[in-house]
């Protein structure tokens, strides 16, 4: 997409286009790849929930999978599968050669270190789709309460159809990050996330309602537990879960994993404002359940982390601290070595 600066302003009025019908069941379907080919797992999620019913001919679709990371290290666990995206992709090619994979920008990293090092930018040769950088523009500025006007990617907001492709993840902030996390990226300006942490539970909701996916495949292939989203243990589960319904998703892989979704506060205000289905009572689970239940370490509550997001707030500390590394990377060490011996939670 060309790089053009467009803006214009949409107001979120409120109004709440995802809110669950009363007595209204959610559905979430759970698929084991560990017998399976993600290539029919995938196929067979995109017959379940009646893709071409919202996918039209020739349409322009976006995919937004969690491309947090260009450390070659840790792109396995932290970052959505690219096979996982491929499948997808070769599914919505039938349909429409108008697909794009889109990531936004970080403080220290691209999106296109990130896609080489995630096997992004072969994936987009080999089968002729474009990768996108959210924050190279064009924008469209959208009423995003608590905070007002944020800038959002307009090829988000015009697609015909949104499909969000996060990563099972524990988080040291959000304790979880699933479908309603993994749309913090769609904010293409990365001081934007930045200034606005301390916002991010009632953001996240916000997002929701302005960007309204068509589907969540939550890629559990590799998920990560303990002190993610890119720092934590690895995990091979070999799983896919999918909904239309992203708090149904987050509650469920929550579960799925031995979670407990309360403590995701964004998924619990997420409920609360009417964005979908929290309680097991309210969620049909389809599939393999049993098979692909697991036990996570759950994120330690991390002291460091917190005050450095609280801190962000502030556009001194971030140019001056945070986005200088003769700053920065010291000070990180030392907090590491806290944390070794015991001296930090984290």
């Known amino acids: 997409m060309a790089a053009k600066q467009q803006t214009v302003t949409v107001l979120a009025n409120g109004e709440n286009r995802n809110q669950m019908a009363?007595?209204?069941?959610?559905?979430?379907?759970?698929?084991?790849?560990?017998?399976?080919?993600?290539?029919?797992?995938?196929?067979?999620?995109?017959?379940?929930?009646?893709w071409r019913n919202w996918v039209a001919p020739d349409s322009v679709v976006v995919i937004k999978p969690n491309v947090c990371t260009?450390?070659?290290?840790?792109?396995?666990?932290g970052n959505?599968?690219?096979?996982?995206?491929?499948?997808?992709?070769?599914?919505?090619?039938?349909?429409?050669?108008?697909?794009?994979?889109?990531?936004?920008?970080?403080?220290?990293?691209?999106?296109?270190?990130?896609?080489?090092?995630?096997?992004?930018?072969?994936?987009?040769?080999?089968?002729?789709?474009?990768?996108?950088?959210?924050s190279e523009g064009p924008f469209t500025m959208v009423d995003c309460p608590p905070v007002g006007p944020i800038k959002v990617p307009t090829l988000l907001l015009q697609a015909g159809a949104y499909i969000n492709v996060p990563v099972l993840k524990t988080h040291a902030l959000t304790y979880f990050t699933g479908a309603l996390k993994n749309q913090w990226g769609c904010v293409p300006d990365h001081l934007d996330r930045l200034r606005h942490h301390r916002h991010i539970n009632v953001m996240l909701s916000?997002?929701?309602?302005?960007?309204?996916?068509?589907?969540?495949?939550?890629?559990?292939?590799?998920?990560?537990?303990?002190?993610?989203?890119?720092?934590?243990?690895?995990?091979?589960?070999?799983?896919?879960?999918?909904?239309p319904d992203p708090v149904a998703l987050d509650a469920t892989a929550m579960r799925l994993v031995n979670l407990d979704p309360r403590r995701a506060r964004h998924v619990v205000l997420a409920a609360k404002a009417g964005l979908?289905?929290?309680e097991e009572a309210a969620i049909d689970v389809e599939g393999d359940w049993e098979s692909c239940?697991?036990?996570?370490?759950?994120?330690?509550?991390?002291?460091?982390?917190?005050?450095?997001?609280?801190?962000?707030?502030?556009?001194?500390?971030?140019?001056?601290?945070?986005?200088?590394?003769?700053i920065y990377f010291p000070i990180r060490d030392v907090v590491k070595f806290l944390r070794r011996s015991g001296v930090l939670g984290g």
């Open 22 to 50: 009363d007595n209204t069941k959610s559905n979430v379907l759970v698929q084991s790849v560990s017998q399976k080919s993600l290539t029919a797992a995938v196929r067979d999620c995109m017959e379940r929930w009646a």
């Open 206 to 243: 916000s997002l929701q309602r302005i960007l309204r996916p068509k589907l969540i495949i939550l890629d559990g292939t590799f998920a990560m537990e303990g002190r993610g989203p890119v720092a934590g243990p690895v995990r091979r589960l070999d799983v896919l879960l999918s909904s």
């Open 80 to 134: 959505t599968n690219p096979a996982v995206v491929r499948a997808l992709c070769e599914v919505l090619l039938e349909r429409t050669r108008r697909v794009y994979v889109g990531e936004s920008r970080h403080l220290r990293q691209t999106p296109w270190q990130a896609f080489e090092a995630s096997g992004y930018t072969q994936l987009a040769k080999d089968l002729g789709i474009e990768l996108v950088n959210f």
């Open 70 to 77: 260009a450390v070659s290290q840790i792109v396995v666990g």
């Open 293 to 326: 239940r697991a036990v996570f370490t759950p994120p330690p509550r991390d002291i460091a982390n917190r005050a450095m997001f609280f801190l962000t707030s502030h556009d001194w500390f971030t140019k001056n601290v945070l986005a200088n590394d003769r």
């Open 276 to 278: 979908g289905n929290f």
